[in-house]
T-cell receptor, first 113, second 112 residues
C-alpha cells in the first residue's frame, strides 16, 4: 500500500466521545482523500484535501465530521460525539499533483461501543 | 447518476481455472477506471488504471480491458494467493473532482 500511513489502526470509543484519525500521505503526494467503508457496503468518498485547503467535501456528513490537512503534519479526520453508526473502516488515500493514481493506507477501524 | 456495478458478487475457482470479472459503469464522463485488490483487514491495493476504450494492461496473471461501457479483469491460471476482493472504481471528468465511485467488489476464492 505504497507508504500511506494511518493511525491508529484500531480505535474504540464510547458513544459521545471524539475520534481522531491521522493520515500521512505517500512521500511527494500533496492530495489526500478520506473514504469510509461500512460492513457489506462499498467504499464511499468523504473528502478531498490539499495542503491547507478542502477541495471537495461533498461526501462528508454535515454534522460532527471535519477534516484538515495542515501545512505541517498529517491529515486529520475528526468525528465528534460518535454514535454506533460511525463504526466503520476509514481509509486515507493520497495522490501526486499530476497523476491520477490514488494509493490507499491500511485503514483505521473505528468501533463505537 | 454515476454508477458502478460489479459482477459476479462472488466467484470460486479451482487453481488454474481462468475467468473474468466484470465492471460496468454509467458515468457522465470518464476520467479513468481503476482496479484494486483488497485483502481482509487491509486497504485497497492499486492494480491498474485504464483511461480510454480499447486500452489493456497486464500484470502477472491479471489483465484489465476497457470498453465504453465496461471493464473486464481477466485472471489467467489463478493461484490461491489471488484470493481477495477485487474492486472497480471510476473517476469522473468534472473540474477539480477527483473522487472515486466504487462498485461493491467481486470476492474471489481460488481453491488449491
Amino acid at each position: 500500500n505504497a507508504g500511506v500511513m494511518q493511525n491508529p489502526r484500531h480505535l474504540v470509543r464510547r458513544r459521545g466521545q471524539e475520534a481522531r484519525l491521522r493520515c500521512s500521505p505517500m512521500k511527494g503526494h500533496s492530495h489526500v482523500y478520506w473514504y469510509r467503508q461500512l460492513p457489506e457496503e462499498g467504499l464511499k468518498f468523504m473528502v478531498y484535501l490539499q495542503k491547507e485547503n478542502i477541495i471537495d467535501e461533498s461526501g462528508m456528513p454535515k454534522e460532527r465530521f471535519s477534516a484538515e490537512f495542515p501545512k505541517e503534519g498529517p491529515s486529520i479526520l475528526r468525528i465528534q460525539q460518535v454514535v454506533r453508526g460511525d463504526s466503520a473502516a476509514y481509509f486515507c488515500a493520497s495522490s501526486s499533483g499530476t497523476g491520477n493514481t490514488i494509493y490507499f493506507g491500511e485503514g483505521s477501524w473505528l468501533t463505537v461501543v | 447518476e454515476d454508477q458502478v456495478t460489479q459482477s459476479p458478487e462472488a466467484l470460486r475457482l479451482q487453481e488454474g481455472e481462468s475467468s473474468s470479472l466484470n465492471c460496468s459503469y454509467t458515468v457522465s464522463g470518464l476520467r479513468g477506471l481503476f482496479w484494486y485488490r483488497q485483502d481482509p483487514g487491509k486497504g485497497p491495493e492499486f492494480l491498474f488504471t485504464l483511461y480510454s476504450a480499447g486500452e489493456e494492461k497486464e500484470k502477472e496473471r491479471l489483465k484489465a480491458t476497457l470498453t465504453k461501457k465496461e471493464s473486464f479483469l481477466h485472471i489467467t491460471a489463478p493461484k490461491p494467493e489471488d484470493s481477495a476482493t477485487y474492486l472497480c472504481a471510476v473517476q469522473v471528468n468534472a473540474g477539480n473532482n477527483r473522487k472515486l465511485i466504487w462498485g461493491l467488489g467481486t470476492s474471489l476464492a481460488v481453491n488449491p
